[in-house]
């Protein structure tokens, strides 16, 4: 195996097909005659095969596939020729394990398709070529399979192709390949077969490694989602991020998304000095040359090509959960490097699989694959998933099982959007939710939750976060105790004026002292206290901003619970023990009270 | 390198990726330091990714005491030069009811001193994610392992209820008690890890590489004598020129016969190579279908 050549490009592909098309088998032939395969696996598989060399043992790795001879679950696999490095995503063809196809094909860049020469198009085949389609592959290779058992005839071959063809002009732009093989013998996979005399095009491998590297990047403008901010002993901050697209150097000048500051780059640290340039797909990290607040979920773009930051946006969508998609029901939505509340608002069709006509429809179920509007809470930076993978998929989470339901790709989006910006304060009056306690107690992770929640209920909401204010509106003041009340006192003071103008605000701030949150309390009447209470241990042990460890080594005089008094709400409204209950427990137990309140 | 990044480039960049988006979305992680190659090579991983910062999480190792006494000095080493907080945490009472290898036998001595010893250092730390330096291309049973890899909150795995995990965005949310075993490597091959050693210059456990060693020839193993397994009748050590292709415990870690002496001697001795890394690691093998057995009960 000679791993040591050059490497010319990588492919990724990913294979799919029926159940019985022997797909395992030509993974497994693909890796024994391209000798990736070490001797005791082989001699592994030998032991446990009934007959002969069963090359579908060599993938199936699961207990649960081998007893049952299928393959459950997407695997990966690695092989390397002189001329090409592979990673395949092995996916199931059965029905039940769709969402698998998607997720293989969601980092490919070609398919293969396996048919299987005696039973011909599936509506498996056509649902595995759509799947791949709509995943953004645009080269397919329809490996007809089993030609050994068909005698090898050339017609049969043909009548497939034809009735490939028939289905895929529909699809949309797509390279083509079409090759006789048998896998289980051998025909066409790494060597050409002479059996096949009428076919004389490559083998399945020829094919691949003749392909062209489509992951050099073409020019497109930058787009940095922010994951990361990296401070150093200085306190100077470089932000890294994947580079989704385009390139980055010093001197150039990006665009912060959401602020729209326009900021030059001063430089691009790395551990082996700093870089001249950055591209896609590095893992980056951009220091700004102005002192400008940016954070994960934010993204650096290109000025003048900047992308659309809409909190409306249509997708296609692959369902995965055996929950429907419903209308009027919150999703989160990770995209890039943010996770937003979404909610479906108009479900615009769903696609037959099969005939690939769009039909309207009320919802999505599992394996179903439909368009559908959303409108998220907080823009999302995004481009169409035909002009950028990254920057253009999503996936769908459900909030209260946390599992993953469904994949989105972006269609379109409108800069902006969204209905419910300046949504009137139908639900009720305003009111301000104070949450007190430690640092690290999970005031903000609440006040967020709360925030979403709340958001998605139709409420006018906003939140003011101790950390942030102290960055503007409270910038300049200290940790003495006549600084700290002076802070409680500001953040009061808008508070009042939010809520009088029908706002729900969030307050989330230390603010350790008992008589200033009394008088605030008095100041703005609407007022509720929660108490986000985490013994000091536990909140020290999670020191999410590593500020206990500076305190307790001398470099952050006067902190709460360490040098200086937290004084905790003697009858607070609602208490949340976040180290005895979950976040989602404690976000329910604060809108319980706040839905007396509100009505 | 003009209009695209190398291979180990493109994997060095997928894995910084993964290593920053943990740190960002989880409270409090950890990185499982194992000591060998690709715990080396994911602790490099992490020092790029946060620099000029140091990785914000500490390093954790399951000592089971019968490491190679080379191994431990390396990652003491290794830990001072570099400032990590490094946290050793052993399997105790077990230790003082004298589990072993020879009296337990492999597959009870593993549950003990690694799996067990693993959930309850990743419990009494609180860690809700825990990177790991294993390879989908290293067993089969990984082959099917995510990136981020969901664990109940007794350290469990369910192989049939893995989140679906599409393109590079990650599901990061779980409920108290659960946590996320992560994989930062998985896309590394065995012989893409020695490249990266060699371009970057990492260095590694002296045992990787060949010299006369003394070995017990066992069932066609070569076993390292550092913790005097007890010999049976007729058996005596030998001293073979050897290097260890994959570390483990002592007992556990079959050595290969090899000359090579470098790096690049090591490259060029798997490409030829014809047997599988994970060949001499004993526990692999205890029955058909191990590795996924010892997964489900929480072993990494």
Known sequence: MALLEPITGLLRFTTAGSVDDGKSTLIGRLLHDSKSLYEDQIEAVRRVSRDGLELAYLTDGLRAEREQGITIDVAYRYFATPKRRFIIADTPGHEQYTRNMATGASTATLAVILIDARKGVLPQTRRHAAISHLLGIRRLVIAVNKMDLVAFRQETFEQIRAAFLEFSSRLGACELAFIPISALDGDNVVDRSGRIPWYTGPSLLEYLESVPDESAPAHQPLRLPVQFVIRDAANSRAYAGPIAAGEVRPGDEVLVLPSRKIVRVQSLPSREGAQERAFRP??????????????????????????????????????????????????????????????????????????????????????????????????????????????????????????????????????????????????????????????????????????????????????????????????????????????????????????????????????????????????????????????????????????????????????????????????????????????????????RYLESRLV | MENGLSYLRLLEAESIHILREVAAEFSRPVMLY????????????????????????????????????????????????????????????ALEAEANPFRLGTQRCCAALKTRALLDALAEGGFDAAFGGARREEEKSRAKERVYSFRDSRGRWDPKNQRPELWNLYNSRIDKGESMRVFPLSNWTEVDVWRYIQLENIPVVPLYFAREREVLERDGQLIPMEHNPPLRPGEAPITAMCRMRSLGCTYCSGAVRSNATSVAEIIGELELARRSERENRVIDHDQEGSMELKKREGYF
Request: glycine letters at 8%; hydrophobic letters at 40%; one cysteine or more.
């Open chain 1, 282 to 591: 590095m893992a980056a990290a951009v220091a700004l040359a102005d002192e400008v607040d940016v954070g994960r979920g934010d993204m650096l773009a290109d000025p003048v090509q900047p992308p659309v930051a809409a909190r409306r946006f249509r997708a296609r969508v692959v369902w995965m959960s055996e929950r429907p998609l419903e209308l009027q029901t919150v999703y989160l939505i990770k995209h890039t490097t943010q996770t937003v509340c979404a909610e479906a608002v108009e479900m615009v069709s769903r696609l037959d699989i099969e005939t690939l006509e769009e039909g309207a429809c009320k919802h999505l179920r599992l394996n179903e694959i439909g368009t559908v509007e959303f409108e998220t809470h907080r823009p999302i930076f995004c481009d169409p998933y035909a002009v950028n993978r990254t920057t253009g998929c999503c996936i769908l989470i459900d909030p209260a099982t946390n599992l993953t339901l469904g994949a989105a790709m972006i269609e379109s989006a409108e800069e902006g959007g969204g209905t419910r910006r300046g949504l009137p304060a139908s639900a009720g009056r305003g009111m301000t939710v104070w949450l007190t306690g430690l640092s690290s107690a999970g005031k903000s992770t609440l006040g967020q939750a709360l925030y979403d929640r709340l958001w998605a209920m139709g409420h006018k909401v906003e939140m003011l976060d101790g950390d942030t204010i102290r960055r503007n509106l409270c910038k300049g003041l200290g940790f003495s105790k006549e600084d700290r009340d002076e802070n409680i006192r500001r953040i009061g003071f808008v508070a009042e004026l939010l809520t009088r103008n029908g706002v729900v605000v969030l307050v989330s701030a230390i603010s350790p002292y008992r008589s200033v949150r009394e008088e605030v309390r008095r100041q703005i009447g609407s007022f509720v206290e929660v108490y986000v209470n985490s013994p000091l241990a536990v909140c020290e042990r999670r020191d999410v901003k590593g500020l206990y460890r500076r305190a307790r080594s001398g470099q952050l005089p006067g902190f709460t619970g360490v040098d200086d008094p937290y004084e905790p709400p003697e009858n607070p409204e609602v208490e949340c023990r976040t180290d005895l209950e979950t976040l989602q427990e404690s976000t329910e137990r604060v809108l």
């Open chain 2, 34 to 93: 194992s000591i060998g190659k690709d715990s080396s090579v994911m602790l490099r991983l992490a020092l790029k990714a946060f620099y000029p910062a140091k990785p914000p999480f500490p390093l954790l190792h399951v000592d089971t005491s019968f490491k190679f006494g080379e191994m431990i000095e390396f990652r003491d080493r290794t830990c001072a030069e570099l400032g990590l907080k490094l946290i050793v945490h052993r399997n105790e009472p």
